[in-house]
């Protein structure tokens, strides 16, 4: 199923243009368009924006295949539409797939929404807040199980110092018993030797 970069991929063929030259023209380096077709990053808002602006297609068409009417014919490329002072500053960068998959834009031209921007960008910033949040949540069970270690830990040691005083207190009891049984000998031979006499 074609996605965003295949998408993409299939307006520049179209155009007959390199990977150095439609970056170039959208405002990117050839290694960063380079991640975007073989789908290692997805493009950011600039690099859509270029392309919807100079290859008179869409943002509907280009981040989810959906043409602007029903039955439509999907946007045709159009070559000698490139504008040169495309702007080479790249910034921020798309990177939550869910993005791609849940945003609808609003029916639209040729020419990208103002609000498209800062909708996306809201998205990222929820997408964050999530990932703060479940950060969050990691840390305190980590340290509730650095918690839970250390009082393992005192517990280890207590019963390894308890361990060590029964060990202690049998060592003693083994040397009384010893010593009560050499005595129980010594008090039998003393009887045995007075019934000889």
């Given at each position: 199923m074609a996605d965003i970069q295949d998408r993409i991929k299939?307006?520049?063929?179209?155009?007959?243009?390199?990977?150095?030259?439609?970056?170039e023209l959208?405002?990117?380096?050839?290694?960063?368009?380079?991640?975007?077709?073989?789908?290692?990053?997805?493009?950011?808002?600039?690099?859509?924006?270029?392309?919807?602006?100079?290859?008179?297609?869409?943002?509907?068409?280009?981040?989810?295949?959906?043409?602007?009417?029903v039955g439509a014919e999907?946007?045709?490329?159009?070559?000698?539409?490139?504008?040169?002072?495309?702007?080479k500053s790249i910034t921020k960068s798309i990177t939550n797939e869910k993005c791609k998959k849940?945003?609808?834009?609003?029916e639209s031209t040729s020419n990208p929404p103002d609000n498209t921007s800062n909708e996306i960008i809201q998205l990222l910033k929820?997408?964050?807040k999530l990932v703060e949040e479940k950060n969050s949540m990691l840390e305190k069970e980590v340290s509730r199980l650095s918690e839970r270690n250390l009082f393992l830990e005192s517990e280890n040691?207590?019963?390894?110092?308890?361990?060590?005083h029964l060990q202690a207190q049998n060592n003693e009891l083994s040397n009384q018993l010893q010593s009560c049984k050499k005595e129980a000998?010594?008090?039998?031979?003393?009887?045995?030797s007075r019934s000889i006499g």
């Amino acid at each position: 199923m074609a996605d965003i970069q295949d998408r993409i991929k299939e307006i520049r063929t179209l155009n007959s243009l390199t990977q150095e030259r439609f970056a170039e023209l959208v405002g990117t380096t050839r290694n960063n368009y380079a991640q975007i077709e073989t789908k290692k990053s997805l493009p950011s808002i600039e690099i859509l924006q270029s392309i919807v602006k100079n290859f008179n297609t869409t943002f509907e068409y280009l981040i989810n295949g959906v043409e602007n009417e029903v039955g439509a014919e999907k946007p045709k490329v159009q070559k000698k539409l490139y504008n040169e002072s495309i702007t080479k500053s790249i910034t921020k960068s798309i990177t939550n797939e869910k993005c791609k998959k849940s945003y609808t834009l609003p029916e639209s031209t040729s020419n990208p929404p103002d609000n498209t921007s800062n909708e996306i960008i809201q998205l990222l910033k929820e997408n964050k807040k999530l990932v703060e949040e479940k950060n969050s949540m990691l840390e305190k069970e980590v340290s509730r199980l650095s918690e839970r270690n250390l009082f393992l830990e005192s517990e280890n040691k207590r019963l390894s110092s308890q361990n060590t005083h029964l060990q202690a207190q049998n060592n003693e009891l083994s040397n009384q018993l010893q010593s009560c049984k050499k005595e129980a000998l010594a008090f039998k031979k003393g009887l045995q030797s007075r019934s000889i006499g």
